[in-house]
């Protein structure tokens, strides 16, 4: 079983539509978790940390179920500029040593 | 501040060469990683380092080394390139390993032929 597992998309939306992405871990005794946005041939960039009650940041909201190992990321009213690659990453024991998911690939569509 | 930079951008190596990848770092952290992402894949770590001279092997270090002599500057060096090597490397900084945010470098594409 992988560490981090994300369903790779590639996800299709319209503009201004709800989308969900999920990821799992395996690791019970992971610290940390992050959502980072990585833009074609880009370097990944953090686009929000995860709490385990929940935390939103403009469109943006994320959540951490550590009962089922289960992170989740929903952007609301999609734009275009959202289209890129949402990687899914645990620090486990905050030891910096990320542990990244494949990543899922999110195209918005006009 | 610059951030994190990278040199080369791109390299084509041929079997057997070998090379070094420069990263360097302006903002004092303690903390540098080398990460190598293939094709439709995550990032996988392959060093890291907690602070001038002291540096530890990540995930897949086979075939590469390192060394950490200044804060600012963390080389990667590959001996003997291999096909199996031909990947985006980023390097990236954080000031402690706790740190909410890992800063990343460009990247340097490489391909091995």
């Known amino acids: 079983r992988k560490e981090v597992e994300q369903d790779p998309g590639p996800f299709n939306v319209p503009e201004g539509a709800t989308v969900a992405f999920n990821c799992t871990y395996s690791?019970?005794?992971?610290?940390?978790f992050f959502w980072y946005r990585q833009d074609c041939r880009k370097e990944p960039k953090l686009l929000m940390s995860?709490?385990?009650s929940g935390n939103e940041d403009g469109r943006f909201t994320a959540q951490l179920n550590r009962a089922s190992q289960y992170i989740s990321l929903l952007i609301r009213d999609s734009k275009l500029s959202d289209s890129a690659t949402y990687l899914c990453?645990?620090?486990?024991?905050?030891?910096?040593?990320?542990?990244f998911g494949q990543g899922t690939t999110l195209q918005v569509k006009p | 501040n610059a951030g994190v930079t990278q040199t080369p951008k791109f390299r084509i190596l041929k079997i057997g060469q070998s090379m070094t990848l420069q990263c360097a770092q302006d903002m004092n952290h303690n903390y540098m990683y080398w990460y190598r992402q293939d094709p439709g894949m995550g990032l996988k770590l392959i060093y890291y380092s907690v602070g001038a001279g002291i540096t530890d092997k990540g995930e897949v270090p086979n075939g590469y080394n390192v060394s950490r002599s200044t804060t600012e500057d963390f080389p990667l060096r590959l001996e003997l390139a291999a096909p199996s090597q031909t990947s985006v490397y980023f390097c990236?900084?954080?000031?402690?390993?706790?740190?909410?945010?890992?800063?990343f470098g460009p990247g340097t594409r490489l391909t091995v032929l």
């Open positions: 995860v709490y385990s």
């Open positions: 990453v645990v620090n486990p024991s905050n030891t910096g040593k990320l542990i």
């Open positions: 990236a900084s954080s000031y402690s390993a706790g740190a909410r945010e890992q800063f």
């Open positions: 690791n019970s005794a992971s610290q940390s």
